[in-house]
């Protein structure tokens, strides 16, 4: 039978098994959570100076120097944007091909095995075109 439980009597039966954070373990746990918040941002920080100053070390060297592009220091993270490009264009006949392979595609979904064989082939022998106008007529 499925139990219901009133929510001052679910905190009171977590408290009992130890189970979860009720407001009083939070607030006692704060104290805690704030000093691993602190030490997590600080070593954050650190960690982005250090690398910020090696980048720009390396910018400043590669500028005396007089090269083109400064040579990368450490590994880079990419960010997983890539440059769009723009989409060729296709011809005419490319454009009629491909209308052509969806219907052509589109008729096979909806016939039976044998009407499907006897499309396939047609395509094989007389194209693509003759088996779509007889895949149309089989429906």
Do not use: C
Request: without cysteine; proline residues 4%.
């Amino acid at each position: 039978m499925l139990e219901t439980w009133r929510r001052s009597d679910l905190v009171a039966h977590q408290r009992s098994r130890g189970l979860g954070y009720t407001r009083e373990t939070m607030r006692a746990n704060s104290s805690e959570i704030q000093a691993l918040i602190g030490n997590f941002t600080s070593q954050l920080m650190d960690a982005v100076t250090a690398q910020t100053g090696r980048r720009i070390q390396g910018i400043v060297t590669a500028a005396l120097a007089g090269s083109a592009a400064p040579a990368p220091i450490g590994k880079v993270q990419s960010t997983g944007v890539h440059p769009v490009s723009q989409p060729r264009r296709l011809s005419d006949k490319a454009t009629a091909a491909r209308k052509l392979q969806g219907r052509y595609i589109g008729a096979l979904r909806s016939l039976r095995p044998a009407a499907r064989a006897r499309v396939k082939k047609m395509a094989s022998k007389e194209g693509v075109a003759a088996a779509v106008k007889l895949a149309l007529t089989l429906k």
